[in-house]
Nanobody, 122 residues
Framework: QVQLVESGGGLVQPGGSLRLSCAAS????????MAWYRQAPGKQRELVAR??????NYADSVKGRFTISRDVARDLVYLQMNHLEPEDTAIYYC?????????????????WGRGTQVTVSS
């Protein structure tokens, strides 16, 4: 059973910082990428940042403020969020894309965490 455990959300004032963490565990063979998405009330879920062996990519709205990093040995991903704005308020979800062995078949699968609330307000 693949599990994603997120932590680090909370309430912060505008201009403040938070660091999100996500630990992945389970019977996957290859972890292709780890990512953070967010969903604000009344809006669609959107990609915030993604990290893989090929590098990183960010949503335009967070470039220069957020940094995604990864501990490959421990299957951990972090999202350092600086200069937070009220518009960053959302539920943040950890996402991974992995390969798994099912009998004699290698499959690719996507998994989501339960989400952690980030609220930016004075």
């Amino acid at each position: 059973q693949v599990q994603l455990v997120e932590s680090g959300g909370g309430l912060v004032q505008p201009g403040g910082s938070l660091r999100l963490s996500c630990a992945a565990s389970g019977p996957f063979v290859t972890l292709y990428h780890m990512a953070w998405y967010r969903q604000a009330p009344g809006k669609q879920r959107e990609l915030v940042a993604r990290i893989s062996d090929a590098g990183t990519n960010y949503a335009d709205s967070v470039k220069g403020r957020f940094t995604i990093s990864r501990d490959v040995a421990r299957d951990l991903v972090y999202l350092q969020m600086n200069h937070l704005e009220p518009e960053d308020t959302a539920i943040y979800y950890c996402n991974i894309y992995v390969s798994m062995i099912d009998g004699f078949t290698r499959t690719t699968n996507e998994f989501w965490g339960r989400g952690t609330q980030v609220t930016v307000s004075s």
